[in-house]
Nanobody, 114 residues
Framework: QPQLVESGGDLVQPGGSLRLSCAAS????????IMWYRQTPGKEREWVGS????????KNVDSVKGRFTISRDTAKNTVYLQINSVNSEDTAVYYC???????WGQGTQVTVSS
């Protein structure tokens, strides 16, 4: 059974950093793209970036560029989303998604507040 489990969400102060993890199981992880999304209450889920067979693709907007990075550890079947210099706009539930399998993780909450 394909499954994704996010972790790493936390309360973080503005300007800080955090790394979110997306652990995959039940499918050949290295062969499939993993996408990262985030969602705030009342808004649609927003794609922020992907780890694909062609490399990392990040959403080309100022709110993401230069602060978000995505990496993968194949030995751990895990994709990471690193967010630096966080601000209040990063407050959201972050999800990972395997489009080939139609599988979402349960989400992990990131709250940016002083």
């Amino acid at each position: 059974q394909p499954q994704l489990v996010e972790s790493g969400g936390d309360l973080v102060q503005p300007g800080g950093s955090l790394r979110l993890s997306c652990a995959a199981s039940g499918f050949p992880f290295v062969d499939y793209d993993i996408m990262w999304y985030r969602q705030t209450p009342g808004k649609e889920r927003e794609w922020v970036g992907s780890f694909t067979s062609r490399g990392v693709i990040l959403k080309n907007v100022d709110s993401v560029k230069g602060r978000f990075t995505i990496s993968r550890d194949t030995a751990k079947n895990t994709v990471y989303l690193q967010i630096n210099s966080v601000n209040s706009e990063d407050t959201a539930v972050y999800y990972c998604y395997a489009p080939a399998w139609g599988v979402w993780g349960q989400g992990t909450q990131v709250t940016v507040s002083s």
